[in-house]
């Protein structure tokens, strides 16, 4: 795409997305910077070889946007990134493990993969669940595989406000690694087809736990294929919502926390502030107030697990500096972290803000 190589060239060769990108934070030689990876743009048009730094660079990204946020031209790298992985899948040349990844979601409808019968395996006999209604919730890959304690709480709280959602019997996974990936033909079809099914239940009002989903489904899809027709709201928002409405009453905690922010939704990220203080938890910043990617997204994680581990431990070690429990609103963010700790043996308190708030409103 000759725009997208005449934005490339407009780099000025100022390197502050050095500075902030989470993979030149933890490896040396300042071969794997924002401003590298753009620079293969025209090779790769070519179909010309690539270095292995080169190639590594292009999938060195976990496409978080803090590059694109310091840009002073304005050229949309992560863009860029996205467009140089859909002309190497385009020439089969992407890693074998994104392609595997990328499989996995179109025909076994998670990344890893998962067995489809155990997607609801979070559902208890407690949890008040509509068979029909115009809200409707999606845990999300990451909750429902992994951290069911995320949907529960969910529920639980919007079941206090009285608020009884139904389910998605067929939920996907919302392709945001397609999107990542460059697979931009095959995630408007998935996303097509997705939004059908949703939209077919009479669903007004989708929530959504995650902010890959939330990005990926009520952005991303608008701009690859159509924007849905109903609204997709992140759960963290709707749990703002009821407090201000006295829907749910707290009772103060009285806890300090460190925060991890959610790069997709660096946006809102007053939201979960303003709910932590409402429930009585100081938050700590890790960073200055600033998003730092986890470092699993975007085929990080599986491709590069090394690198990948050593930016979620950045957090990791920062909030054992100055607090005893890492908070979350980002299931993925505690998928990934909660691995990489298990791995290096590295201890780890970590929870969701779902699971403070139904500590502080329903004594759990």
């Known amino acids: 795409m000759d725009e997208l190589q005449g934005l490339a060239d407009q780099c000025i060769d100022c390197k502050k997305c050095w500075d902030v990108c989470p993979v ?20 790769i048009l070519a179909g010309e070889e690539l270095t292995e730094n080169e190639f590594n660079n292009i999938y060195l990204s976990t496409r978080c946007g803090a590059c694109d946020d310091v840009c002073p031209v304005d050229i949309p790298i992560t863009q860029i990134i996205q467009y140089e992985r859909k002309l190497l899948a385009e020439q089969g040349r992407e890693p074998a493990k994104t392609t595997l990844i990328s499989k996995n979601i179109l025909e076994k409808n998670s990344p890893g993969g998962k067995d489809p019968a155990l997607r609801f395996s979070w559902v208890t006999p407690d949890l008040e669940i509509a068979e029909s209604s115009d809200v409707a919730y999606m845990a999300g890959c990451w909750v429902a595989y992994s951290h069911p304690e995320i949907a529960q709480s969910t529920i639980r709280l919007l079941n206090k406000a009285g608020i009884k959602p139904m389910i998605l019997k067929e939920e996907k996974c919302c392709g945001i690694f397609l999107i990542d990936s460059g697979h931009l033909d095959e995630i408007a079809a998935h996303g097509e087809r997705y939004m059908e099914y949703i939209e077919s239940l009479g669903v007004k009002k989708l929530l959504v736990s995650c902010p890959g989903c939330y990005h990926s489904i009520r952005d991303s899809y608008a701009e690859l294929c159509r924007a849905p027709k109903f609204e997709v709201e992140l759960t963290i928002n709707v749990f703002k919502e009821l407090l201000d409405e006295g829907k749910l009453k707290p009772k103060e905690l009285n806890r300090i926390v460190a925060i991890r922010d959610a790069c997709p939704i660096r946006h809102l990220a007053g939201v979960p502030r303003y709910i932590l203080r409402t429930i009585g938890v100081e938050v700590i910043e890790l960073f200055d107030g600033k998003t730092r990617c986890c470092g699993g997204p975007g085929g990080l994680k599986p491709n590069f697990p090394q690198i990948s581990g050593d930016i979620a431990m950045m957090a990791v070690n920062r909030y054992k500096e100055v607090s005893d429990t890492l908070v979350s609103y980002c299931p993925f963010c505690m998928h990934h972290t909660e691995g990489v700790c298990k791995e290096r043996n590295a201890e780890l308190n970590m929870k969701d803000i779902s699971v403070l708030l139904a500590e502080s409103v329903l004594g759990e």
Not at 24 to 43: C, E, F, H, R, W
Request: glycine letters at 16%; aromatic letters at 4%.
């Open 24 to 43: 030149n934070m933890v490896t040396a030689g300042d071969i794997y910077t924002p401003q590298g990876k753009i620079g293969s743009l025209s090779k």
